[in-house]
């Protein structure tokens, strides 16, 4: 079930939101964990088995791992089991194809095997589930009792599909006690109405111009089409994700929780790290905290240092996806966070913020070319398409792209900082006396939730991008 | 007691990962898909078809009877009876994308419900095959039959994965 999808909007949350309110507090959990369950049977009417399967391997092994608090070896290697386990299971839903794939195509073998669909979120809860088993065996958490309320972490439906991956540590006092108000309520109806909105006005309209440039072969492609094309790519995937995020958000807010931002206005970065650091935070975070410091992080010897950033970099292309593309992509910003810290970034913090803020750019676009490409050929020929290397500079057909979706950019350029939303916010305290700021603010939202289902009713280019990962 | 509960969590686990594997295996039998090239497919399933039966359709023939377009499909075979007064038909498709199953389907059930209305009065026998028809979905392949041999069609469909 989608969440810009009308059986959402209008039926599921209507009717779950009413029974969590009206249930004693100490149902509550019980309520949302049902609807959750019932929110990804809805679409995986079969890998929801999967999914509890999970949550009760994972329970187990942290109460497991616990109960070796005093013998650090045991502990280790009960850890070290959970882990592989979880790696596993991932690692043959999502790779075991392409790994085939990959042998058949390099060594002289054919050998045909069988295909199971991805379970949709298995990349979230899988790494949500390995956080609360590295934070119990770090200590950072006690193990939990109630096998409800972890699998409540687990399932939560607001961020099982495609995130934010709460960590265990962050989540661990919520799940026993929070704080449900209305104001909460209401600050979470507004960030949901926002997301619902970047989604369906934004993102697949953007996304229905990418596809139209994305189906043009490369060598037809002027540079303009190709640069509108990975323009309409960079904020369909930003206002798709960030939108997703903030529905979640707004969503876990609606029922007491205070899940961490995910999106921290990306494009307005001056370098790849910074990018990185404002992007998808929730998954930077996790590789940082369970990897890339597990590994000896910044503190040891250069070499080190770097090999520990590739490594993170790698297994976060690999993270998104069983391609050649997803793990170049994942090396490409291996190597530039590299180059950053020890060749060019102090150069580069000294040079005026708009060269900073175009060099950020290029990096950040021509990484997502390595992103959408089919294949490593195809993103070499669009970046040559993007230099004129396809149809020439510009032709008809990029002129009436931009012409006819000069709107949709500017909408996006706007809102891809915090300027379109202190603009709403400047206008809403025109308005002196506090009730007519709450009329007004509720009369803007109310008018964006129904532009926002007006695109959703007539637009069937729907899918949430993430949620292939 | 403490140390009671504590191997009732191990072994719990092993348990739970006994039943992850049983899990998967299951999937692998019954739901997986396959890499299998189309021809390899159709060959095994168009061999185990009767040809008093069945006669193989053309493209023409299966836009007109399921509105579905061959041209938009990695492969497509549809076989159906010469006569009137046979409902057998058999359709295997393999789908580009995974976002081609559902019309796909839905293509399926509106010929089963035509097929339904045309023969549920006259002729009961073959009304019954229309609703005891086999339907599998495996990965990108798609399969049908309507049949009183649709078990072995079936069977067929499934070890040529």
Same mark, same amino acid.
């Given at each position: 079930?989608?969440?810009?999808?009308?059986?959402?909007?209008?039926?599921?949350?209507?009717?779950?939101?009413?029974?969590?309110?009206?249930?004693?507090?100490?149902?509550?959990?019980?309520?949302?964990?049902?609807?959750?369950?019932?929110?990804?049977?809805?679409? &995986?009417?079969?890998?929801?088995?999967?999914? #509890?399967?999970?949550?009760?391997?994972?329970?187990?092994?942290?109460?497991?791992?616990?109960?070796?608090?005093?013998?650090?070896?045991?502990?280790?290697?009960?850890?070290?089991?959970?882990?592989?386990?979880?790696?596993?299971?991932?690692?043959?839903?999502?790779?075991?194809?392409?790994?085939?794939?990959?042998?058949?195509?390099?060594?002289?073998?054919? #050998?045909?095997?069988?295909?199971?669909?991805?379970?949709?979120?298995?990349?979230?809860?899988?790494?949500?589930?390995?956080?609360?088993?590295?934070?119990?065996?770090?200590?950072?958490?006690?193990?939990?009792?109630?096998?409800?309320? /972890?699998?409540?972490?687990?399932?939560?439906?607001?961020?099982?599909?495609?995130?934010?991956?709460?960590?265990?540590?962050?989540?661990?006092?919520?799940?026993?006690?929070?704080?449900?108000?209305?104001?909460?309520?209401?600050?979470?109806?507004?960030? /949901?109405?926002?997301?619902?909105?970047?989604?369906?006005?934004?993102?697949?309209?953007?996304?229905?111009?990418?596809?139209?440039?994305?189906?043009?072969?490369?060598?037809?492609?002027?540079?303009?089409?190709?640069?509108?094309?990975?323009?309409?790519?960079?904020?369909?995937?930003?206002?798709?994700?960030?939108?997703?995020?903030?529905?979640?958000?707004?969503?876990?807010?609606?029922?007491?929780?205070?899940?961490?931002?995910?999106?921290?206005?990306?494009?307005?970065?001056?370098?790849?790290?910074?990018?990185?650091?404002?992007?998808?935070?929730?998954?930077?975070?996790?590789?940082? &905290?369970?990897?890339?410091?597990?590994?000896?992080?910044?503190?040891?010897?250069?070499?080190?240092?770097?090999?520990? #950033?590739?490594?993170?970099?790698?297994?976060?292309?690999?993270?998104?996806?069983?391609?050649?593309?997803?793990?170049?992509?994942?090396?490409?910003?291996?190597?530039? #966070?590299?180059?950053?810290?020890?060749?060019?970034?102090?150069?580069? &913090?000294?040079?005026?913020?708009?060269?900073?803020?175009?060099?950020?750019?290029?990096?950040?676009?021509?990484?997502?070319?390595?992103?959408?490409?089919?294949?490593?050929?195809? @993103?070499?020929?669009?970046?040559?398409?993007?230099?004129?290397?396809?149809?020439?500079?510009?032709?008809?057909?990029?002129?009436?792209?931009?012409?006819?979706?000069?709107?949709?950019?500017?909408?996006?350029?706007?809102?891809?900082?915090?300027?379109?939303?202190?603009?709403?916010?400047?206008?809403?305290?025109?308005?002196? @006396?506090?009730?007519?700021?709450?009329?007004?603010? @509720?009369?803007?939202?109310?008018?964006?939730?129904?532009?926002?289902?007006?695109?959703?009713?007539?637009?069937?280019?729907?899918?949430?991008?993430?949620?292939?990962? | 007691?403490?140390?009671?509960?504590?191997?009732?969590?191990?072994?719990?686990?092993?348990?739970?990962?006994?039943?992850?594997?049983?899990?998967?295996?299951?999937?692998?039998?019954?739901?997986?898909?396959?890499?299998?090239?189309?021809?390899?497919?159709?060959?095994?399933?168009?061999?185990?078809?009767?040809?008093?039966?069945?006669?193989?359709?053309?493209?023409?023939?299966?836009?007109?009877?399921?509105?579905?377009?061959?041209?938009?499909?990695?492969?497509?075979?549809?076989?159906?009876?010469?006569?009137?007064?046979?409902?057998?038909?058999?359709? $295997?498709?393999?789908?580009?994308?995974?976002?081609?199953?559902?019309?796909?389907?839905?293509?399926?059930?509106?010929?089963?419900?035509?097929?339904?209305?045309?023969?549920?009065?006259?002729?009961?026998?073959?009304?019954?095959?229309?609703?005891?028809?086999?339907?599998?979905?495996?990965?990108?392949?798609?399969?049908?039959?309507?049949?009183?041999?649709?078990?072995?069609? $079936?069977?067929?469909?499934?070890?040529?994965?």
């Amino acid at each position: 079930m989608l969440f810009s999808s009308i059986t959402f909007l209008f039926m599921f949350l209507p009717v779950v939101l009413a029974v969590y309110y009206i249930v004693p507090y100490k149902a509550k959990n019980i309520v949302l964990l049902a609807a959750s369950l019932f929110f990804y049977a809805w679409g &995986e009417p079969v890998y929801v088995v999967l999914m #509890i399967l999970s949550i009760l391997f994972n329970y187990f092994c942290g109460r497991d791992i616990h109960s070796y608090a005093d013998d650090p070896a045991r502990a280790k290697r009960s850890v070290a089991f959970a882990v592989v386990v979880n790696l596993l299971i991932l690692g043959f839903f999502k790779y075991y194809g392409f790994l085939l794939d990959t042998v058949n195509a390099v060594l002289p073998t054919d #050998i045909p095997y069988r295909e199971l669909p991805l379970p949709v979120g298995i990349s979230f809860y899988t790494f949500q589930a390995m956080s609360y088993i590295l934070d119990v065996y770090r200590k950072n958490a006690k193990p939990q009792k109630n096998i409800l309320n /972890f699998a409540l972490y687990i399932s939560m439906f607001p961020q099982l599909i495609a995130g934010p991956i709460v960590r265990y540590a962050d989540i661990e006092e919520q799940l026993r006690r929070r704080k449900i108000s209305a104001v909460k309520f209401g600050q979470g109806a507004m960030l /949901f109405i926002t997301g619902l909105a970047k989604k369906t006005v934004i993102a697949n309209t953007a996304g229905a111009v990418f596809e139209e440039i994305a189906d043009i072969p490369t060598g037809s492609l002027s540079a303009l089409t190709a640069w509108l094309g990975v323009f309409s790519y960079a904020f369909q995937i930003y206002y798709d994700f960030s939108g997703y995020s903030d529905m979640a958000l707004g969503l876990g807010k609606m029922f007491g929780f205070e899940f961490r931002k995910n999106f921290d206005y990306p494009y307005i970065s001056r370098s790849a790290t910074e990018f990185w650091r404002r992007w998808h935070i929730s998954l930077g975070t996790w590789f940082r &905290e369970y990897v890339y410091i597990p590994l000896g992080g910044s503190r040891c010897a250069v070499s080190r240092n770097i090999f520990n #950033i590739m490594v993170v970099w790698m297994l976060t292309g690999m993270w998104h996806g069983a391609a050649w593309n997803f793990i170049a992509w994942g090396v490409y910003y291996g190597i530039i #966070i590299v180059m950053e810290k020890y060749v060019w970034g102090a150069s580069l &913090e000294n040079m005026p913020g708009i060269v900073q803020h175009i060099y950020a750019g290029v990096i950040v676009l021509a990484g997502w070319v390595f992103f959408f490409s089919p294949s490593l050929g195809y @993103s070499l020929r669009y970046l040559l398409a993007m230099v004129g290397g396809g149809a020439g500079l510009a032709d008809a057909q990029g002129a009436f792209i931009l012409y006819t979706h000069w709107l949709l950019y500017l909408l996006a350029v706007v809102g891809a900082s915090a300027f379109g939303i202190s603009l709403v916010r400047r206008f809403i305290r025109l308005f002196r @006396s506090t009730a007519a700021r709450m009329a007004v603010s @509720s009369v803007i939202y109310m008018g964006i939730f129904l532009i926002s289902v007006a695109f959703l009713v007539t637009d069937t280019f729907n899918p949430f991008l993430y949620f292939r990962f | 007691m403490k140390s009671g509960k504590i191997s009732a969590a191990r072994v719990m686990k092993y348990i739970v990962l006994g039943l992850i594997v049983i899990f998967i295996v299951l999937m692998m039998l019954f739901m997986s898909g396959s890499s299998r090239p189309f021809e390899e497919v159709k060959d095994a399933v168009e061999g185990s078809l009767d040809p008093e039966e069945l006669t193989a359709q053309d493209s023409a023939r299966l836009k007109r009877d399921l509105g579905l377009n061959a041209a938009d499909y990695s492969g497509v075979v549809y076989y159906s009876a010469e006569s009137n007064i046979s409902a057998s038909e058999v359709l $295997l498709v393999k789908v580009r994308r995974d976002d081609q199953i559902q019309p796909v389907l839905d293509a399926v059930e509106q010929r089963r419900e035509s097929r339904m209305n045309d023969f549920e009065d006259y002729l009961p026998e073959q009304a019954g095959l229309i609703a005891g028809a086999r339907q599998s979905v495996r990965g990108t392949y798609i399969f049908y039959a309507v049949s009183p041999k649709a078990d072995d069609y $079936l069977a067929a469909f499934g070890s040529s994965l």
